[in-house]
């Protein structure tokens, strides 16, 4: 039977299982060896080198989901995602970005590139036109990120690979908050799909670890700059990121759910000023978010009436915990004005409309009436 034959929530339990032969146990063993024999084997493997066991052989879960011919897995999402764009650009190169970028890629843009002599273009929106409008006869690399973090922005994934292709331009793109669930973007003519598998991949807010999922010949280019970087995953953790990611289309099917309930109840809700999530028709990129879409995700950002002040509000709540993070089974809540973007000028955050009411919320598994009466009680107590 071929892999690819698998339904969804087979390949999460299933794909990429390291078979037990020696005891039989119905869980993939752990190999914890940083030292392997050199002679006589098949293949030299080493953690550094991307291929343990149990390293190889979840890169294969994650390829399988995003429909990929192969995958790798990083100490981290930022390893992932610098180790890609330096081995796709040297001095001289150009990168397009959206402006509405993950600030750790933003910042790891801003601050390393001028020591590679890296050019960088930020678009000035996420339309097709903004990025065609940022392309110069050097550049090598256009990077996407959608939905777009806090304001869940959608950019359009096929017109800009489209675009790319016609040029000769390899594309990424950061699929960390649609998850593979969600949005399978090589499906759509993207060339590497990149993950923090600490959000959705990871789902228990207790593992840091990347992903990548591209070509066989892509991944042969990626390893080479790989194993000189050294942003590989220890195996326990490893084997952690499988064990969760067996439950990563349950948990995200409710996530998805409890994000559409949750959206519709604030955006009706006299205390709240606006609600930003792609699955609501009054999203300016509803109707392309449907096409491009499998669900619209966990994640989703509101203001409270200025009469509420979000910070307040947020302390009063006793279930939904303050987080800097996201995509856990628990719902959680953040200031992106003091904490994602508490860097960035006002200027900077005015432009990319991030004002001091706006509230990010990751939905988790949560029952959504225990969510919804903790937003009330927190509401009420402020009154
Ligand atoms: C968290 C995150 C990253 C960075 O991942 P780490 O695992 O923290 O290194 C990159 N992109 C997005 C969209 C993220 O949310």
Excluded at 305 to 320: N, V
């Amino acid at each position: 039977m071929s892999k690819t034959k698998f339904g969804v929530n087979t390949i999460c339990t299933h794909t990429g299982e390291v078979k037990d032969e020696q005891f039989k146990g119905a869980v993939s063993p752990i190999y914890m060896s940083t030292s392997y024999a050199f002679e006589e084997v098949a293949v030299k493997r080493y953690p550094r080198y991307f291929n343990t066991p149990n390293q190889e052989f979840v890169s294969k879960k994650i390829a399988a989901l995003e429909h990929a011919e192969a995958g790798m897995i990083f100490g981290s999402g930022m390893a992932a995602i610098s180790t890609v764009f330096l081995a796709f650009l040297k001095a001289g190169d150009h990168i397009v970005v959206q402006n509405t970028l993950y600030g750790g890629t933003s910042n790891f843009i801003r601050e390393e590139f001028p020591k590679y002599g890296i050019d960088f273009t930020f678009t000035n929106g996420y339309s097709v036109a903004d990025f065609e409008n940022a392309i110069q006869s050097n550049t090598k690399l256009i990077h996407i990120e959608t939905p777009s973090n806090p304001l869940m922005t959608i950019t359009d994934i096929s017109a800009v690979a489209k675009l790319a292709q016609a040029k000769g331009i390899k594309t990424t793109i950061d699929n960390t908050f649609a998850s593979p669930i969600n949005q399978t973007a090589i499906d759509l003519g993207i060339d590497i799909v990149i993950h923090s598998a600490t959000k959705y991949l990871g789902g228990h807010s207790d593992i840091l670890a990347g992903a990548v999922a591209c070509s066989e010949k892509d991944r042969e280019i990626i390893w080479n700059v790989a194993k000189n970087l050294g942003g590989s995953l220890s195996d326990f953790m490893v084997w952690m990121l499988e064990r969760s990611m067996k439950t990563l289309k349950l948990r995200v099917k409710k996530q998805n759910k409890n994000a559409l309930k949750m959206a519709q109840y604030l955006a009706q809700h006299k205390a709240v000023k606006r609600v930003y999530y792609p699955g609501l028709k009054t999203h300016p990129e509803y109707a392309l978010a449907k096409t491009q879409m499998k669900g619209f995700g966990g994640m989703l950002s509101f203001e409270l009436q200025e009469t509420y002040d979000a910070s307040q509000f947020q302390k009063r709540l006793q279930l939904i915990k303050p987080s800097m993070s996201l995509a856990g089974v628990e719902s959680t809540m953040l200031s992106p004005y003091l904490t994602s973007h508490a860097l960035l000028t006002q200027e900077q955050r005015d432009a990319l409309g991030i004002g001091k009411g706006l509230i990010r919320f990751s939905l988790g598994i949560e029952s959504l009436k225990d969510l919804k009466a903790d937003i009330e009680q927190a509401l009420q107590s402020l009154h």
